[in-house]
């Protein structure tokens, strides 16, 4: 079994899903059961999605000051979110492993498998975009070519990290490694650390 395969079918589908009505308000319908970990991926890569074109948006040169500065704030919170759902998905493999005794000479990775993840969510965007460019009938061949290069490439990405997470995951398992997770400690959304809202 591989969950990283598993997961990134999730991200594929959600990506597609989303792309049924490309809207970025849009309020889908989870297909999971709520509680499992499949209805959090789903979640997830709604938010990274819609995140995505956020971004697209705001980077119109014409756009009104005042809509960017909400979609900023938007963006902001979107952030949040995203982050919130990768610790809930960090612990629902610290609950899974819970019973793994580490052994002696485990180590620790340089990422939790969460945010492996997470960065398999951002491939599987990137991975759609890239083929719709590759299939725009407007572009000229030789963006075409470029971008079917750079599909290639990222294609291969993922089956790198897919292949990476699942060995991760197994070694966790076994108690090559141990996981230890940090919590998020973003100082800007924090009132009392950010210096522009405490000394207002």
């Not at 969510?121 to 590759?134: C, D, N, P, R």
């Not at 599909?151 to 089956?159: D, G, P, V």
């Not at 060995?167 to 924090?190: E, F, H, P, T």
């Amino acid at each position: 079994m591989s969950f990283a395969k598993d997961a990134f079918k999730v991200f594929a589908d959600t990506t597609a899903a989303y792309h049924l009505t490309d809207d970025v308000d849009a309020r889908p319908e989870n297909p999971f059961a709520p509680g499992s970990v499949e209805h959090t991926l789903f979640a997830k890569n709604w938010i990274d999605a819609v995140q995505w074109h956020l971004e697209d948006i705001i980077r119109d040169p014409n756009i009104d000051p005042v809509a960017a500065l909400a979609l900023k704030r938007r963006i902001d919170r979107s952030n949040q979110d995203r982050t919130d759902m990768v610790e809930e998905i960090d612990t629902y493999f610290r609950e899974k492993y819970a019973d793994v005794t580490p052994l002696p000479d485990a180590t620790i990775n340089t990422e939790s498998p969460a945010w492996a993840i997470d960065r398999l969510s951002i491939l599987a965007l990137k991975i759609f975009h890239m083929q719709a460019e590759v299939s725009r009938p407007d572009a000229s061949p030789e963006h075409r070519a470029k971008c079917e290069a750079k599909l290639q490439i990222l294609l291969e990405q993922e089956k790198d990290l897919t292949e990476a997470i699942d060995r991760l995951l197994d070694d966790i398992a076994a108690g090559r490694k141990y996981m230890k997770v940090y919590r998020q400690m973003k100082m800007y959304n924090d009132p009392e650390t950010n210096p522009v809202l405490y000394k207002k």
